[in-house]
């Protein structure tokens, strides 16, 4: 299985981007998947889940209302589009394959200690 993301890039402030994961060898849909970002000598910050089989996303506070997460079932993928975007946002945004999504505090961020397969895609925010 190879999880690979890719898009972000240099944006302004309140400009967007997309970021998206791809999968190899598994059908990405069957599968939750988190997102999880790391900003330059932080730690990591699980930001959103999305669950299987089109079920609902969950979205850290940080990034909720800005950040939305979507499938492409048909070519495997997610995409977590970044509105809004803040000088805080920037970071190396990565995709995991998550246990399950759930509402419940905490849950969101529990995902930054998943395994993180992918070299992750950058976004940096500045003015």
């Known amino acids: 299985v190879q999880l690979v993301e890719s898009g972000g890039g240099l944006a302004q402030p309140g400009d967007s981007l997309s970021v998206s994961c791809a999968a190899s060898?598994?059908?990405?849909?069957?599968?939750?998947v988190g997102w999880i970002r790391q900003a330059p000598g932080k730690e990591r910050e699980g930001i959103t889940c999305?669950?299987?089989?089109?079920?609902?996303?969950y979205y850290a506070d940080s990034v909720k209302g800005r950040f939305f997460a979507s499938r492409d079932n048909a070519k495997s993928a997610v995409t977590l589009q970044l509105d809004n975007l803040k000088p805080e946002d920037t970071g190396t945004y990565y995709c995991?394959?998550?246990?399950?999504?759930?509402?419940?505090?905490?849950?969101?961020?529990?995902?930054?200690?998943?395994?993180?397969w992918g070299q992750g895609a950058l976004v940096a925010v500045s003015s």
């Open positions: 995991a394959l998550a246990p399950r999504c759930s509402a419940a505090p905490g849950a969101v961020a529990a995902l930054s200690v998943l395994d993180l």
């Open positions: 060898l598994i059908t990405l849909s069957d599968y939750a």
């Open positions: 999305i669950s299987a089989n089109d079920g609902p996303a």
